[in-house]
């Protein structure tokens, strides 16, 4: 486990598919793919592309089993985030 430089919060390190790391954040959430343009990390599948679940969208047990687990980018809600340089987007 390690820490965000700027805010101080809990982070982990995820490796995508071309061999960089990223920060994002250790809990991961439920996406809902193809509704949204925001990417989320996954160990197995690569980058997830949709929005963030709402809680009430994953009540059931089905819904959990059913809907894929993504990590969030940790700039994405680092609150010292206008310090994150990104290179290429
Ligand atoms: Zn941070």
Redesign the pocket.
């Given at each position: 486990m390690s820490y965000?430089k700027?805010?101080g919060?809990e982070?982990d390190w995820m490796q995508t598919a071309e061999g960089r790391y990223i920060p994002v954040d250790p809990d991961p959430e439920f996406v809902i793919e193809g509704d949204g343009d925001e990417s989320f990390y996954t160990e197995e599948e690569g980058i997830l592309t949709g929005r963030r679940a709402t809680p009430e969208e994953v009540q059931t047990r089905e819904a959990k089993i059913n809907t894929p687990l993504g990590f969030v980018p940790?700039w994405r809600t680092?609150?010292?985030?206008g310090e994150f340089r990104q290179k290429g987007g």
């Open positions: 965000c700027d805010c919060r982070i940790h680092c609150p010292c985030r």
